[in-house]
């Protein structure tokens, strides 16, 4: 009796299980056919999101804070659709929050509140994007673990979430839910951070950082967390900058890769585990045209289109086919023609010039888009179709 029981149940959820592929097959959605060069991806904590061509924002993995924009709180181990946003230029995640910069300068935000980091006056989570309180004419959009930062257009940075570190940059260690302006600071070009500091870039080449310092991730020569912006020392001619839970990496134009901070999982690739309190040079790195932090691991873009990956390697998140801890930068197997890349908590993923997204790494929540939530130690594309899954 139990037996049949049994039986009859599977072949109950077998039947609930194809009438559900039934009904989303007649709604394949090719979500990312048009995507380009130009547009966006970016990682989050464990999940991703991705930008197409047309502005629509498009999201997989976890979904537990509503970080998925769907309005549910259901994982996804393939993509689906952000409700309710359209004439995106621009994203960011943070590590349980999105962001999405509008054609008109406006700054959307959903997902985990906590410390108002979505910006909308108030600490309730959003299943759907809402508008950041104030925000007009921005150019660029930064999420942290802890806070989120907008660039204006007249050069100026704004912030807003946790500051119990001088993160905010405003000279202050209050939190706050609606942005204020990063003091001292003017003609920035870039902005960045990792989980409780700031990075950003100025037109003349300068790198100036706040926030935590505990392991020296504001490049200072010190380990004193600093509640205004400072300039990084011995650091110029930069063109890019990005950051990890508590690392920070700068590339310079001569496409050589400079980091500093934490240092316990190799992230800085200088060969070493000791953290740095000013830059030091990745080894063996040339020609590289972007770079990417993850949580405690670093990934870079060469011009050729191939992919580098240096730091910890629990997960795979390396993608040279093992798990197993190497000093120094390593390529990423097989890939090439990349044009973009986005670095998450323990996984990545990266875009083709064909309009394919290809991810690695962790994948218990479906970060990685494949329908399955089995990690891989290498590539597997994102796929196509919108599919809705796994209950968290």
Known sequence: MKLGKRIAYVGLMLLVLCMSMVSVSTNTVYAY??????TNIAAGGHYSIALRSDGTVWAWGANSRGQLGDGTEWHRNAP?????????????????HSMALKSDGTVWAWGSNVNGI????????????????????IQAIAGQMSHSM???NDGTVWSWGANSFGQLGDGTTTSREIPGQVSELSDIKAITGGAYHSIALKSDGTVWTWGRNTYGELGDGTTVNKTVPLQ??????????AGGVHHSIAL??????????RNENEQLGDGTTVDRTTPVQVNGLSDIKAIAGGGYHSIALKSDGTVLAW???????????????ISGPVQVSGLSDIQAIAAGHVHN?????DGTLWAWGANHFGQLGNETTLGSFTPVRVSDLNLFLTPH
């Open 311 to 325: 730091g910890l390697n629990n997960t795979g998140q390396l993608g040279n086919g093992t798990n197993e801890t």
């Open 252 to 261: 310079k134009s001569d496409g050589t890769v400079w980091a500093w901070g």
């Open 349 to 353: 993923i990266v875009l083709k010039s």
């Open 33 to 38: 056919e048009g995507i380009s060069a130009g």
């Open 118 to 137: 979505l910006g909308d006056g108030t600490y309730t989570d959003r299943k759907i994007p809402v508008q950041a309180s104030g925000l007009s004419d």
């Open 150 to 152: 907008a660039l204006k």
């Open 232 to 241: 990084v020392s011995e650091l110029s001619d930069i063109k890019a900058i």
């Open 80 to 96: 689906v659709k952000v409700s309710e946003l359209s004439d995106v230029q621009a994203i960011e995640t943070g590590m349980h």
